[in-house]
């Protein structure tokens, strides 16, 4: 049988911390969360590869729970402390926010999917707030934040989600199209938002985030 604690070990080890994952808060937060626990039954044995984890679809909506080392790096950018509010958009089973949940954050965990939301409050049990509105929404009433995670590529600036930050808030998502998207952070200040790429990453695009097709004739 797997011994899960170890490779949980070796994913903190060889995955996290070799691709700059260097905050220590971080690196105990998924050392501490059973990755197995936020997958389908059928992937657990596979929780900890270096490798985006497939949760369910929706349409043409797919869900993916992101490779370790794109999340720690992600997660790491947020610069979450003890108290912050925190947004999960996304959320799938709802293994980020139960690591921004470690992290001290009061997390909000926001998923259409019927199935995925109600396999999220199942697996999160109370440590995070768990919603089934429109991922472009995002979460006002429960807002304004201090970080918000996108888990999925968008193709579109989320200017709601962005309005709904904190002065100094920051949102992490892999942004751009499918062949040059890049982990980016969008960071407000007043009502300007900056932004900066981080390093080149790639999920399945979001719906609710997609560039409106164009026709040429």
């Known amino acids: 049988m797997l011994d899960y604690a170890q490779a949980r070990r070796l994913m903190v080890d060889c995955q996290l911390r070799t691709?700059?994952?260097?905050?220590?808060?971080?690196?105990?937060?998924?050392?501490?969360?059973?990755?197995?626990?936020?997958?389908?039954?059928?992937q657990e044995p596979f929780a900890y590869i270096d490798q985006p984890i497939r949760l369910g679809t929706a349409g043409e909506d797919l869900r993916v729970t992101p490779a370790p080392m794109v999340l720690g790096?992600?997660?790491q950018a947020l610069k979450l402390q003890p108290g912050s509010m925190a947004l999960d958009v996304a959320t799938g089973y709802g293994y980020a926010a139960c690591v921004m949940k470690r992290l001290g954050a009061t997390v909000t965990a926001l998923e259409p999917i019927p199935d995925l939301a109600a396999a999220a409050r199942?697996?999160?049990?109370?440590?995070?707030?768990?919603?089934?509105?429109?991922?472009?929404?995002?979460?006002?009433?429960?807002?304004?934040?201090?970080?918000?995670?996108?888990?999925?590529?968008?193709?579109?600036?989320?200017?709601?989600?962005?309005?709904?930050?904190?002065?100094?808030?920051?949102?992490?998502?892999?942004?751009?199209?499918?062949k040059g998207a890049k982990v980016t952070v969008f960071v407000r200040a007043g009502d300007a938002y900056g932004s900066r790429p981080l390093f080149d990453a790639s999920l399945p695009a979001l719906a609710a985030f997609a560039e409106a097709k164009t026709f040429a004739f």
């Open 73 to 75: 790096r992600m997660i």
């Open 19 to 42: 691709f700059d994952v260097n905050d220590n808060a971080v690196l105990d937060a998924f050392d501490s969360v059973p990755r197995e626990t936020f997958v389908p039954k059928n």
């Open 122 to 178: 199942e697996r999160l049990a109370g440590q995070a707030t768990v919603l089934d509105g429109p991922l472009a929404a995002g979460a006002p009433q429960q807002g304004p934040f201090d970080a918000i995670l996108i888990n999925g590529r968008v193709e579109t600036r989320p200017q709601t989600l962005l309005e709904q930050l904190k002065d100094d808030g920051r949102l992490v998502c892999v942004f751009g199209p499918d």
